[in-house]
C-alpha cells in the first residue's frame, strides 16, 4: 500500500503567508493533517499514548470495581485550575485501572449519586476509598442503608494516587445503622484531629463532636489522631472515657518533636453509646 505523506507543519504555514491563496488541495491538506474528534486511533498512535502514559508523573484514580453488572459510579474531579470532570468509573472484574486527571492539583473528589439497582436482600454495595495513606474510608450502602448522594465529599487528594474499589457482597443477614456520640476536648493550643473507624465503616479526621452511623454487626470502634507537633517540645495525651461512667477506656501518645499521622488503635466490644476524648499536654496532667 502506498504511504500517504502529508505536509510539515512548515509546509502547511507557507500555504497560509499573508497575500497568498491557498488552493482547494491545500486546505485539504491542512484538514488531512488534522485529528479529528471522530477519527479512530491508530495502533501506533496508542501505542504511542500507552507509553507516554507510564511514565506520566501525574495524578491519578486507580479502581477495581468487581459484580456491579453494567451499573456505573460518577465521581466529579475538582482541579484548581481547569473546574470540575465527570469519570464514570463501572465493572472492571477487580483488574487495575488507572484513569489521569485534567488540570492541576489540589483536586477535590465527590460521588455523583451512585446507584443501588441490582441488590438482592441482605446484599450491599461496599466501597472503600484511599485519598491518601493516612486517610482509608469505606462504607456499605444500598437497600435499607444510607446512599452515597449526589455530592458526597470523598475527600481532598494528598498523594499521586486516589484509590477505588466497589463490589458487591452478601452479608446473610440484614445490616442496621447504630450511633455513637462522641464529644471531642482539645485542652491544648496544638491542633490535634481524631477519627473513628469500625468494620466496612470510617469517618475523616475532624477536630468537632460527632455521632457515628457505623453498623451494628461490628460494633466497635478504632480511633485515630493526627498532630504536628515538630515545632513543640510537649507531648500530648488523648483519653477516651465512656462519658456514662466517666470510664477510663483508651490512652494515645502524640509524641513532642513528630507529625504524629494516623496514630492510635485500640477497640470497645462493649456497644458503648457516648463517648468524650480529651487531649491534654501529658507534662501538665496530675
Known amino acids: 500500500m ?3 505523506e502529508f505536509p510539515t507543519r512548515e509546509e502547511l504555514k507557507i500555504y497560509f503567508e499573508t497575500g497568498k491563496h491557498p488552493t482547494q488541495g491545500q486546505f485539504s491538506d491542512l484538514i488531512d493533517s488534522l485529528k479529528h474528534k471522530e477519527d479512530l486511533l491508530t495502533d501506533k498512535e496508542l501505542v504511542t499514548i500507552a507509553n507516554s502514559l507510564a511514565t506520566l508523573d501525574k495524578e491519578y484514580i486507580e ?14 474531579v475538582a482541579s484548581q485550575d481547569e473546574g470540575e470532570s465527570v469519570i464514570e468509573l463501572r465493572n472492571n472484574s477487580g483488574n487495575e485501572t488507572k484513569q489521569y486527571y ?32 493516612n486517610k482509608q474510608m469505606q462504607r456499605l450502602f444500598g437497600n435499607n442503608l444510607n446512599t452515597i448522594p449526589d455530592g458526597f465529599e470523598l475527600g481532598r487528594q494528598k498523594d499521586k494516587r486516589f484509590y477505588f474499589q466497589l463490589t458487591r457482597q452478601n452479608l446473610v443477614s440484614q445490616v442496621n445503622i447504630v450511633n455513637t456520640k462522641i464529644k471531642f476536648i482539645n485542652n491544648t493550643d496544638m491542633r490535634v484531629q481524631y477519627r473513628v473507624f469500625s468494620g466496612n465503616w470510617g469517618d475523616k479526621f475532624r477536630t468537632e463532636d460527632t455521632v457515628t452511623d457505623h453498623y451494628h454487626l461490628w460494633d466497635y470502634l478504632f480511633f485515630y489522631y493526627n498532630a504536628d507537633l515538630r515545632e513543640t517540645d510537649q507531648t500530648i495525651e488523648c483519653r477516651v472515657y465512656n462519658a456514662d461512667y466517666d470510664q477510663l477506656l483508651l490512652t494515645n501518645y502524640l509524641y513532642a518533636g513528630q507529625n504524629n499521622e494516623n496514630v492510635g488503635g485500640g477497640n470497645m466490644l462493649d456497644g458503648i453509646r457516648n463517648i468524650r476524648i480529651e487531649c491534654d499536654y501529658y507534662e501538665n496532667l496530675t
Do not use: H, R, S
Request: net charge negative; no cysteine; hydrophobic share 35%.
Open 2 to 4: 502506498e504511504k500517504i
Open 63 to 76: 479502581y477495581y470495581i468487581n459484580n456491579v453488572g453494567d451499573l456505573k459510579f460518577p465521581i466529579v
Open 102 to 133: 485534567f488540570g492541576n492539583p489540589p483536586y477535590t473528589i465527590t460521588a455523583k449519586g451512585f446507584p443501588t439497582d441490582g441488590l438482592a436482600k441482605n446484599e450491599y454495595y461496599f466501597l472503600y476509598w484511599q485519598v491518601d495513606e
